[in-house]
């Protein structure tokens, strides 16, 4: 099939990458021209594992190419919308500029029988809306949410764990392309939900709801484990064995960041008092803010084994991405961390493999190194703030060689506090004795 996707951000780079590469015909559009041409050159213009890979060898097969006109979406059959919705500036609502300019800029470029298939994440309303606008000009419109994990999203992309629709009820068309356009996923046996619109719009931010619920959750518990002297990394493995539970999203430590789960919870709630029902989601604001409440409690425990304030000392920040195997510093717990020390006045010097550029851009002042070891040089404390596998694998004697106080605080409970102790170090972590 001959598809565009509007938007080549992270979801739309992505989407792009992995439609061509299962026999798609794809044009990808984005209003960056310096994006545009990192991209057509094969390079991914942010750190995804495979995707640059993927890029090159759909760029070789001549099945995708780049543009910033979009004029040149004209043809396709099936056009994904995929730009962002970020937080507006001055309240929780998402930001729908760029899904509205998407939408209009392609109107004149839209032939009779046309799908636009939404992949943006939107308040429940918005496909309605865009309908009505889109049928205007002879074509359709379907809403087909993403569900994309970071570290993870080429895999999740091309291998997703369902798919899911959002039409009018009967337009059996919209079904057919969209099951053409997955016909190799489903024919491995993914499961295809087929729904309402405010049923699919719905679906994407109820999960990334669920989700946040469930880390805040063992969060929680972490203050409770620390009050009682319980090991909330205990507590965890003991309730995951229930299968009504589960083990996953039960890592207690510093929360969730990134560009989607906080502004994704916050546009639901937003939504939900403009529609009436904002009680069914106040929980959530204290999903918010158990989550914000942890970073806080990071710079406790930095203070703590400081000997009470970090003023002057030298500390060691591992991690700056909000989740390994990503360069995402948007809204990133480990970023936010280091820069409240530096403003205590602590001497922090930061590390990541490959977050240290888009941190550069967010918090230009901190001392930013390369490894792990030129990070721990002479420090007072080490604070592991992301779980990458290097971070989790070192070596705590050899480590210990190089800083000046072996005092570690394991913000992500990923070290194990047998060994770390075992070569003299003061080990604490969120929410363990």
Known sequence: MKISVI???????????????????????????????????????????????????????????????VSDAAGAAVHFVAVGTPQLGDSYAADLRYVDAAISSLLPHLAPGDLVAGKSTVPVGTAERLAA???????????????????????????????????RQGDEASVAALDELYAATISRGTPRVVTDFATAELVKVAANAFLATKISFINAMAEVAEATGADVTQLADAIGYDA???????????????????????????????????????????VDSINLRRRERMVDL??????????????????????????????????????????????????????????????PTLDYVATAEEAAEGADAVLVLTEWAQYRELDPVQLGSVVGTRAIVDGRNCLDPV???AAGWHYRALGRP
Request: one cysteine or more.
């Open 7 to 69: 938007g080549c951000g992270y979801l739309g780079a992505v989407h792009a990458a992995c439609m061509a590469d299962l026999g798609h015909d794809v044009v990808g559009i984005d209003v960056d021209p310096a994006k545009i041409a990192q991209l057509a050159s094969g390079v991914a213009p942010f750190f995804e594992p495979g995707l640059s890979a993927l890029l090159a060898s759909s760029l070789a097969t001549g099945r995708l190419r780049f543009s910033t006109d």
């Open 133 to 167: 606008i889109v049928e205007g000009a002879g074509a359709r419109l379907a809403w087909n949410p993403e569900f994309l994990r970071e570290g993870y999203a080429v895999k999740d992309t091309l291998s997703p764990d369902r798919l899911v629709y959002g039409v």
């Open 419 to 421: 060994a770390w102790r």
């Open 244 to 286: 009504r539970i589960g083990r996953r999203f039960l890592n207690a430590g510093l929360g969730f960041g990134g560009g989607c789960l906080p502004k994704d919870i916050r546009g639901f709630m937003a939504r939900a008092e403009e529609l009436g029902v904002d009680q069914a989601l106040g929980f959530l604001r204290e």
């Open 302 to 363: 930095a203070r703590e084994v400081c000997g009470g304030d970090v003023a002057g000392k030298r500390i060691a920040v591992l991690g700056l991405a909000f989740k390994p195997d990503s360069d995402d510093v948007r809204d990133s717990p480990a970023l936010d961390v280091a820069a409240r020390l530096a403003e205590l006045g602590a001497v922090v010097r930061a590390t990541d493999p490959e977050a240290i550029e888009t941190s550069r851009r967010l918090r």
